[in-house]
């Protein structure tokens, strides 16, 4: 329940005591606090004794308490989005995140074992020795290796060593593809009506390990916990399990645009890196984005798609420079230059 209290304290301040004005803190039933006319802050209900020794509705004592509590608020938070930032690879943007790859992980399998039984229900999930099933977990795995060292990049890697990758089909017009945490990517058959070759799937699965790389799925299940504060504390106050309905709806939300972006920048590097010819990146990302398709997570940004290509494109010298010294010529160039 660390996690948690990472929460409470950057939601309720350094620690859940009485003395917080939040809905968290309501909800807690913890004291609140109020701000009088003179600018004084109070702890407890109007005209209650908030604090033994003082007089009724604070005075000035209970003003410097607040300040104090205040402060420590506001230091308590500010030490805990500090402690918990961390650095993307590649890009090296800095983002908040709450939760550690292993609590990450619970939650991801958690709904990624509902997903595989109700597809598997529904009769839509394809066994693991189909051909196209095949064919994924073949691509995806040879990406996937590639994104366990990734050392040269800088930013927080370790997270990659520990994965276990799976690739899943799920038999649907969907033109689709997602990654849950701890390396469960599905993919809907509807990919392959729309792509027209393997490096254009290449592109595809490298940009799902991206967003793994970029630990984008902690990010946003980190937005979800600070923005919805009720859900947060329900479980804190219920005692519920850590693997919640609610953080679990993080995983749901669509990624930002940066998120996106990023994915497509390190994807097409992890592509590149794995041997699959990057000039592909551009045109399946350009392909997805064609008339009549639907919108898929790694085009959520839609109807910017253009611009995602053409940013796609600006990363094409680098990938492409990756890809000719290793694996063009069998490594030659990476060899003796
Ligand atoms: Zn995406």
Known sequence: MKWLEGVVSVLAGPRAVPGRS?????????????TDSSGYTHFGKRGELPIPGRGAGGGRGGGAFGYLVGGAVVVGGATTYVSHLETIPYTNRRHFVLISPDQERALG?????????????AGKLLPQGHK???????????????????????GKVDHMKKLKWEFNLVDSPEVNAFVLPGGKVVVYT?????LKSKEELAMVLAHEIAHTVARHNAEKIT?????????????????????????????????SRQCENEADAIGLQLMARACFAPQNGPK??????????????FLSTHPHSETRVSNLKKELGKASEV???????????????
Do not use: H
Not at 24 to 31: I, Y
Not at 135 to 153: F, H, M, Q, T, Y
């Open 109 to 121: 399998s958690k709904m990624y074992q509902d997903l595989l039984a109700q597809q598997r229900k």
């Open 223 to 255: 937005q979800q916990m600070t923005s919805t504060v009720l859900a947060a504390l329900a479980s804190l106050a219920l005692g519920a399990d850590f693997v919640s309905t609610p953080l679990i709806l993080g995983l749901q939300l669509p990624y």
């Open 22 to 34: 939040t809905p968290l803190g309501r909800l807690l039933g913890l004291r609140t606090k109020y």
């Open 323 to 337: 890809y000719e010294s290793k694996c063009l010529l069998g490594g030659f160039r990476a060899r003796f230059f």
């Open 132 to 154: 196209l099933t095949r064919l994924v977990k073949g691509i995806g795995s040879k990406i996937a290796k590639e994104a366990e060292d990734l050392s040269d990049w800088g």
């Open 284 to 297: 399946a990302m350009s392909r997805l984005s064609g008339e009549g398709n639907a919108m898929p997570e």
């Open 190 to 194: 509807g990919l392959f009506g729309v």
